[in-house]
């Protein structure tokens, strides 16, 4: 039977694989060593929001030959060209939805798997924008951390059947999909969200809820000001309240969770703040707009990243 492959399978990937395959979709979680023997010899443990242990294959690589349903790309934006060869070497064209956070990310996996052999890649890639919140809390452990919704564009244009297709199994397990016509806008605003919460809490190591009121809420809503001023210059217009209230409702909904980026400073990993920070500042440069205070977080995250001890929840 054909199974839905998550490559990247941390803490968005294993959560989303887990519920599928709980759901009745077989899944296949292609993730890292440890993560990978924990799951094998326990099966994998939710925590948190619904928990459950979900027995479940996985993989450190995917088997050539598997006969895939559809890909959940969950890598992190830096290791997205890798993953994208290695889906296009280990298996046959099939809609893959990708989940990454920040900016550009679809011409990435199009011109890899493009160039790996699939032919006109540009009907089976997908891009999701992902707020359900999702911890790692360690090897064959993540915790289910709040709510959150999975945002698909309307099918339509060269992806509308990889769309139906991938938004048909999402809710077939019952996950929160809501599938909007103005996705390029949807982007940008979780783009803005991304750029006001992550950096914030991966530089002073807080879960998403300190950012609620006091001095970190206003580093954010800086940071917020900044990447509005740089989605309006790309034609993308955003009213100041409309996004403070987008930052409030997220960080109220994922209050309990460890942003992305904080998750990969713990872990003594790279961080995504180029695709998020970097892009801002690119597209802000492009059109000739200055974002002072993102360039300044992008500097201050590396330094604080460099010289952070790593968490206790690492893994
Ligand atoms: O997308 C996220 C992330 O951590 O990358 C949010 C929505 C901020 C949840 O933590």
């Given amino acids: 039977m054909p199974v839905v492959v ?38 994998l443990r939710i925590d948190g929001v619904d928990a459950q242990t979900v027995p479940l294959p996985a993989e450190t690589r995917i088997p050539p ?26 298996l046959r064209p099939t809609p893959v939805l990708l989940l990454e956070n920040g900016l ?33 809390v360690g090897p064959g452990v993540v915790r289910a951390a709040g709510s959150g919704e999975l945002i698909v564009p309307v099918p339509s244009g060269a992806a509308a059947d990889a769309i139906r297709r991938l938004t048909d199994l999402l809710r077939s397990a019952r996950l929160p999909v809501r599938a909007v016509r103005e996705f390029d806008r949807e982007v940008w605003r979780k783009a803005l969200v991304n750029a006001a919460i992550n950096p914030v809490t991966a530089i002073h190591g807080v879960a998403n809820g300190r950012l609620a009121d ?56 790279p961080t995504e703040i180029d695709a998020i920070s970097g892009a801002i500042v690119r597209v802000a440069a492009d059109h000739g707009v200055d974002v002072p205070r993102t360039r300044s977080v992008i500097e201050r995250l590396r330094r604080s990243a460099a010289t952070r001890p790593r968490s206790a929840q690492s893994s």
Wanted: glycine fraction near 12%; charge should be negative.
């Fill in 104 to 136: 550009g990310i679809e011409p990435v996996a199009i011109e890899r798997l493009g160039a790996g052999g699939w032919a006109d890649p540009a009907r089976s890639v997908v891009r999701a924008i992902n707020s359900v919140p999702a911890t790692l």
């Fill in 214 to 269: 006091g001095p970190l809420h206003d580093e954010a809503v800086g940071l917020l000001h900044e990447a509005i001023r740089a989605a309006g210059s790309a034609g993308f217009d955003f009213e100041f309240a409309e996004a403070e209230d987008d930052l409030a409702r997220v960080v109220r909904a994922t209050s309990e969770n460890r942003s992305s980026m904080l998750q990969d400073v713990d872990r003594g990993r």
């Fill in 65 to 90: 030959g598997t006969d895939a349903a559809g890909v959940l790309v969950t890598v992190k934006t830096f290791d997205l060209s890798t993953a994208a060869e290695e889906i296009a070497r280990s």
């Fill in 6 to 43: 998550v490559v990247g399978a941390g803490a968005v990937g294993s959560l989303l694989g887990g519920r599928l395959h709980a759901a009745g979709t077989p899944v296949l979680l292609v993730g890292r060593p440890a993560h990978v023997a924990v799951i094998r010899a326990h099966g």
